[in-house]
């Protein structure tokens, strides 16, 4: 895995663990197995990194309504398309904690 995606897959350890409050760089370099110094090369802030965070999150998400979109048909009812979606987003790993702390961080932060 790229130092990047590392770094990203920490934060979202970190996020998941302690919250969005208790995020710190150095318990996400920590987590992504790398120094302080190199992640700071590659989100010079907090903010930039929770940006980032989102970012990937949201085009994650994305693609789970995609893929789920794609398996309706014109004749499916509205409801059957909600059930289909929201057992595609469990069965992918949403609504965890990580998901309730992100979205705090994405409505308080005036940067994401």
């Not at 994305?62 to 398309?81: E, P, W």
């Amino acid at each position: 895995m790229k130092r990047r995606a590392r770094i990203v897959e920490g934060a979202m350890e970190v996020i998941a663990t302690d919250g969005i409050d208790a995020l710190n760089m150095r318990d996400i370099a920590k987590a992504a197995g790398v120094g302080i110094g190199t992640l700071y090369d590659y989100f010079p802030s907090r903010s930039d990194l929770i940006c980032h965070v989102t970012d990937d999150w949201l085009t994650r998400k994305l693609a789970v309504f995609d893929a789920t979109i794609a398996t309706v048909s014109k004749d499916d009812k509205f409801r059957n398309f909600i059930v289909r979606y929201r057992k595609a987003m469990q069965d992918a790993g949403f609504g965890t904690p990580f998901d309730t702390e992100i979205s705090r961080a994405a409505a308080n932060d005036k940067k994401v």
